[in-house]
């Protein structure tokens, strides 16, 4: 005679039963199916956010009370080693700060017409870029908010309250293109160069490539060389400004 008594060793244990079958308690919660639907339908909302420094309709750059300078660097013999005139900088600005932003972060080359001349295309680059990226990942609640955080920023970095790091600076709004033909340049040189002009032009590019575009510098360098780093990432490569 088979026994068919069924024991429950303890709660929330499998039930076993002597005739060798066992079932498992189903402690899952069923979720009704259209409150599943709608929660799988509704999107996160994004970021709320409040002017501080800034008032709707006013653009920060015409806060600013704004001049035409030289930023001009010399060497330790007094030799010129940069130079770029008529440049536009919030009068407030040092000219130490003139002189760093206008020979590093400033895009293109001069005596071209990509050339950046002020520092509203500077940090219009940065904050138009970042503004762009927040709004194709919808990372604020509406347009409103968007608006104030890149125009609080912007106030932010024209009036030195704060700013990014240079990083930043090289490559935010920097098409990779341009550094590539840079190095196109860099390893094909020019004809009617002679080899004294040529190596002159090869360390003027190594300079622009380090200035705007520093994380891709590095292996740049090292391919255009053939493989030698010229010291670069050993504190041995001078940016000559």
């Known amino acids: 005679m088979k026994e068919s008594a069924a024991y429950q060793a303890s709660a929330g244990q499998q039930i076993v039963e002597s005739s060798g079958t066992a079932s498992v308690p189903n402690f899952a919660r069923t979720e009704p199916a259209a409150e599943g639907r709608a929660r799988k339908a509704t999107t996160p909302p994004g970021l709320t956010f409040p002017r501080f420094f800034t008032e709707a309709g006013i653009d920060p750059f015409d806060e600013v009370e704004w001049e035409l300078r030289a930023a001009t660097i010399g060497n330790e013999r007094g030799e010129l080693v940069f130079e770029q005139r008529d440049v536009e900088i919030p009068k407030a600005w040092s000219q130490q700060a003139t002189n760093i932003v206008v020979s590093k972060y400033f895009r293109g080359q001069i005596g071209t017409p990509e050339r950046e001349y002020s520092v509203k295309q500077l940090i ?33 970095l024209v009036y030195q309250k704060a700013a990014f790091n240079s990083p930043v600076w090289f490559n935010c709004g920097f098409e990779k293109a341009a550094v590539l033909g840079l190095l196109h340049q860099l390893r094909a040189g020019h004809d009617g160069f ?22 891709l510098a590095h292996s740049i360098l090292a391919r255009a060389a053939g493989g030698r780093r010229h010291g670069v990432g050993t504190g041995q490569f001078h940016e000559g400004v």
């Open 124 to 156: 219009g680059r940065v904050v138009d870029t970042i503004t762009g990226w927040a709004r194709t990942q919808k990372y604020f609640a509406g347009e409103d908010d968007l608006q104030a955080f890149s125009q609080d920023l912007k106030h932010i």
């Open 194 to 215: 002679d080899p004294h002009a040529r190596e002159d032009r090869r360390h003027a590019l190594q300079i622009r490539i380090r200035h705007r575009h520093q994380p």
